[in-house]
């Protein structure tokens, strides 16, 4: 069995009287790459800080790397890189100075890989880092989180701030580094999720509506499209998995989670209709589970 690299159960967390939180369970076993998604606001960042012992939440519990969240030790943070979403780096450091001092928290710090990337991502150590373009701060809060070769990686919306072309760059370092490693980010770009990542956990209003495999959260989300040789009924009309649906006289679109195979032929005989069977991608699927 995997060893489970992150673990919460029942977390909740409220600011004042607002709830963000609520009864999270979410796991994530060693050696995997789980993207974090959820509309702006549904509380991913508030989610990644109590996974990492940066907040601390009212209820439930968080282990990470097999420690309390709360009191992971420092060897447990040796193994740990993270990104925020909102980075904080040294103004007044140049870019080889701040890879310097970050390395020397750290007893294994890959000097090579730091050196190989800025070059890549065309950032010139000489730069000083309060001058750099939003996007470079990003790439360099990457660089400097891969640097000492963590084996869990955590990453608030990494890609936010960059080009297409600095994103492909990412995620190809991402899927070249990561190898063994295990990685949890949060994004809203659900095409690069697509691209790294194996599972998915999908956030709404708090709660975890979806933590698995991303091939099996796209064979469970359908989309049909309904025929029928009368016209269906507007208040009536209901299938099993149903998300929602849009009526039009005898034809019907309908969203569906929990598809089984057999569903198509159970509809078709019910209503006397043939049924067409669309897949989605992630971004429908998110819209689809999001839809009000």
Not at 150 to 163: G, Q
């Amino acid at each position: 069995m995997s060893e489970t690299m992150l673990d919460l159960r029942g977390v909740s967390k409220s600011f004042g009287h607002k709830a963000v939180l609520k009864e999270v369970d979410l796991s994530l076993p060693a050696g995997s790459v789980l993207g974090l998604v959820g509309k702006n606001g549904t509380g991913k960042t508030t989610l990644l800080k109590c996974a990492l012992g940066l907040q601390r939440p009212q209820r439930g519990d968080v282990h990470i790397l097999g420690e309390p969240a709360w009191e992971l030790s420092a060897a447990g943070k040796e193994r740990l890189g993270y990104v925020p979403q909102k980075i904080d780096l040294c103004p007044w450091m140049n870019i080889r100075q701040i890879a310097a001092y970050t390395g020397a928290f750290y007893p294994r710090w890959n000097k090579a890989l730091v050196e190989r990337m800025l070059q890549e991502w065309e950032l010139n150590p000489k730069d000083r880092v309060g001058l750099l373009s939003v996007g470079q701060t990003q790439k360099l809060a990457i660089i400097l989180a891969l640097g000492h070769e963590p084996e869990l990686l955590v990453l608030d919306e990494p890609a936010a701030s960059l080009d297409p072309m600095a994103r492909r760059q990412f995620l190809e370092t991402l899927l070249d580094t990561v190898g063994e490693r295990t990685v949890l980010f949060s994004t809203h770009i659900t095409s690069d999720l697509e691209r790294v990542a194996d599972r998915v956990a999908v956030l709404k209003d708090g709660k975890i509506v979806y933590c698995g495999e991303l091939d099996a959260l796209k064979d469970s989300v359908k989309r049909l499209h309904v025929q029928a040789a009368a016209t269906l009924p507007d208040g009536s009309f209901d299938v099993p998995g149903m998300l929602h649906a849009k009526l039009t006289g005898n034809e019907a679109v309908v969203s569906v989670q929990d598809f089984t195979a057999d569903l198509p032929e159970r509809i078709a005989q019910q209503w006397s209709a043939s049924v067409a069977v669309e897949d989605l991608n992630l971004e429908d699927i998110f819209l689809e589970l999001h839809h009000e």
